[in-house]
């Protein structure tokens, strides 16, 4: 049974999606606010992901990916009430992999963590396991990527990013078609919120980010 944490600082809304998380196979971890988060987190490494709200006292939500992103690359959905684009765009920014507006529906939010962690395990169905590209070497049973010879930590939407772009290499993207592909699922918010997360695997590449292309008004393409 995979560990979910719930951090949020309403108890109904911790009992509502703990109580859909528990009927889908998963054990259930709570927290009621981001100090504590960070203590169960710590007492739990074997966590595989975290339903994240933003305000809460003592430590909001952003300053608790903050510090996970330290350490540690756990898959984040961040669960609020805000839907600002700017807000949803500094979630991607500071590395969260998802991002769910209240009121949502917990059925959904649960086919989401599957769809999370399957990805994270490395289960694709019908690939192969490993995926390489001018030295970048993408080992999808282990999901971890190297980069001549020197491994690289990406997020769970990072990796799955990059895995789509090297798949695809040659190929102009756009916005709409990675959002179609990558988030595989209605997803509500900006295309530009696949900037955000370019701009951070690019930086994470080093040099080999300049493989990303831009094309000015439609997208991407992967390109040696």
């Known amino acids: 049974m995979a560990k979910i944490l719930v951090v949020d600082d309403e108890m109904r809304m911790r009992k509502l999606v703990g109580d859909f998380l528990k009927k889908g196979g998963y054990e259930v971890l709570e927290a009621s606010d981001g100090m504590e988060a960070l203590q169960v987190f710590r007492e739990n490494p074997d966590t595989a992901l975290l339903i994240l709200d933003v305000?809460?006292?003592?430590?909001?939500?952003?300053?608790?990916?903050?510090?996970?992103?330290?350490?540690?690359?756990?898959?984040?959905?961040?669960?609020?009430?805000?839907?600002?684009?700017?807000?949803?765009?500094?979630?991607?920014?500071?590395?969260?992999?998802?991002?769910?507006?209240?009121?949502?529906?917990p059925k959904t939010l649960v086919a989401r963590v599957d769809a999370i962690l399957r990805r994270a395990s490395g289960e694709k169905a019908g690939a192969g396991d490993r995926l390489e590209c001018d030295g970048i070497v993408i080992d999808r049973a282990a999901h971890e990527v190297t980069i001549d010879g020197v491994p690289v930590e990406l997020s769970v939407k990072e990796f799955e990013l990059l895995e789509y772009f090297v798949e695809n290499k040659g190929i102009a993207l756009s916005r709409e078609k990675i959002l179609n592909n990558v988030w595989n699922y209605d997803y509500y918010g900006d295309a530009r919120t696949i900037d955000t997360h370019v701009k951070k695997l690019r930086s994470k590449m080093g040099a080999k980010g300049d493989l990303i292309k831009t094309i000015w008004g439609m997208g991407y393409k992967f390109d040696d």
């Not at 305000?55 to 600002?84: C, F, H, N, W």
């Not at 700017?86 to 009121?103: A, H, S, W």
């Open 55 to 105: 305000m809460m006292p003592r430590l909001d939500g952003y300053g608790v990916v903050r510090e996970l992103r330290k350490t540690s690359q756990v898959p984040i959905i961040m669960l609020t009430a805000k839907s600002e684009e700017r807000d949803e765009l500094q979630g991607f920014d500071l590395g969260i992999d998802e991002y769910v507006t209240k009121p949502f529906s």
